[in-house]
C-alpha cells in the first residue's frame, strides 16, 4: 500500500488549502483514514480522522476549520484546510488503516506554512 500526499505549500493566515492524499488501495479495504499533523519540535497529532462520511474526528483547534474526506471515485484522502492560522504549520501526513490487517499505512508528508 502506499501512499502520496500533495497540496502543501505557502498560504497566508485566513487562506485555504487542500491536502490531497492518494491511496494505492482500495478504499473499500480501508477502516479508517485520516491526517496527522507534526510541527518543529512537537510530537505528531491528530488533525481529522474518518472511518464514514458521518463518523469523523477532529482535533479541538481545527473543528469548524478544516475537514476531511474520503473520495471514493478519486482514491484520495483529502483535508480541506480554511481559515488557516501560522499555528498551522507543520508537516501533513496521511495514513489510513486497513480494514483487514488493522495495520497503519503512511504518506511521506506534505510541508504546510502559514505566514505573510
Not at 492518494?22 to 483514514?33: E, G, K, N
Amino acid at each position: 500500500v502506499q501512499l502520496v500526499e500533495s497540496g502543501g505549500g505557502l498560504v497566508q493566515p485566513g487562506g485555504s488549502l487542500r491536502l490531497s492524499c492518494a491511496v494505492s488501495a482500495r478504499l473499500s479495504t480501508v477502516y479508517a483514514a485520516g491526517w496527522y499533523s507534526q510541527a518543529p519540535g512537537k510530537e505528531r497529532e491528530l488533525v481529522a480522522a474518518i472511518r464514514t462520511a458521518s463518523d469523523q474526528d477532529y482535533a479541538d483547534s481545527v473543528k469548524g476549520r478544516f475537514a476531511v474526506y474520503r473520495e471514493k471515485a478519486k482514491k484520495t484522502v483529502d483535508l480541506e484546510k480554511n481559515n488557516l492560522i501560522p499555528e498551522d504549520t507543520a508537516v501533513y501526513y496521511c495514513y489510513i488503516q486497513h480494514l483487514w490487517e488493522g495495520s497503519f499505512y503512511w504518506g511521506q508528508g506534505t510541508q504546510v506554512t502559514v505566514n505573510l
